[in-house]
């Protein structure tokens, strides 16, 4: 299956001052799932238009193994049928006056393919996405998830090098989004085809994509796994953008000498760095303790929330804020004291364009690591300890 390169890949539309894709170079691998993720008009569905050769592009280029495909540069733009990737862009739309079956059916026969080779695809396909027994129902007499079922069906009957789906779960209710989700690992598995997806939602790259690349503004910010781009976000809106409850923001900035503040205790334990701009802390990083030490702070519960299995803690410091979660039941109550520890290898430092800075071992302070005491939860740093 094809390997898929983008260069520099640019698209302004006429009229439009900003470029709607900006620069974006990657390569999406064979037998990837692959999540372009980002805000509302960050330009993804842009991107999944010109691989499948429906938009053109303003510069850079598209290149499927090493043929470009798009390329304002070269003078070349492989139309989509030309392309022989097999590009199959979602279209969810079925047939309404044809069956179950005819709707899968469809793209076989204008492909051409025989007759009986074109049952035998039809049914493996119906079987493995499980709507056999709807074969010969019309669309209309199916739920919304069994009609999502059937279009990926018919997108799949064609034997796809690659799909291209553009919000797949987005007109489903949240009982079928999952049953859909996992429908959607499990096709990936079973026919390893490649899979570019859009997506606006950050749970939904994370849980089906083995590589995600967070967009904003045009621009690709960072490519990764989900655990590398949660674990390291290149830059402050990958750290906010990925996570929920959202990443814990610190200005370091507003350390002033007046008054105690979570911006001071942070300066308090790394090397005065003129970059550093902001400091971050997932909240389930947070550790709550019974008792003081050196490094602890005391902090007040403000408010638990339950989120159905897991909790929310909101906690102050004088005006500041922090978030806490966890997966324990909460041993404190709202209004009491509870030490706060923010592990030192659990903070994300960032300049003051956003860009992540990774600050040198000898800036950093770790000698909490030996004071800690109680913890609620562990974590894998600590491993450091034993
Ligand atoms: N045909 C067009 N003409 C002019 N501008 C366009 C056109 N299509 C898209 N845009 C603009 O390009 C930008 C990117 O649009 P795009 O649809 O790629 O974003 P997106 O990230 O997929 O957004 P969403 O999640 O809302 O679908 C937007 O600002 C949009 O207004």
Known sequence: MPTITLTNLTKRYDGNTEPSVDQVSLTVEDGEFMCLLGPSGCGKTTILRMIAGIEHSTSGEIAVDNLVVDSVHQSC??????????????NYALWPHMTVERNVDFGLRLQN???????????????????LEYADRYPSQLSGGQQQRVAL????????????????????????RLEMRAELRRLHQ???????????????????ANTIAVMNKGQLQQIGTPDEIYAEPSNRFVAEFIGNPKINIVDLKAATTEHVSLANHIQSRISANEFTSVCAIRPEEIVLNNTATPHTLPMIIENIMPTGGSWVIELSFGEDRLFHSTQSRPAWREGEPVNVLLPMQSLHFFDHNGKRLVLPESDLDYSHLLLRSNPTHTNQPYAKQA
């Open 77 to 90: 733009f492989i139309p989509p049928e030309q392309r022989r990737i097999g590009l199959v862009f979602q």
């Open 113 to 131: 393919v025989p007759a009986q080779e074109r049952k035998a695809r039809c049914l493996d396909v119906m079987s493995k996405l499980r709507i």
């Open 153 to 176: 069906a018919r997108m799949l009957a064609v034997n796809p090098g690659v799909l291209l789906l553009d919000e797949p779960l987005s007109n489903l209710d949240a009982t079928l």
């Open 190 to 208: 079973t026919f390893g085809t490649t899979i570019i997806f859009v997506s606006h939602d950050q749970w939904e790259a994370m849980t089906l």
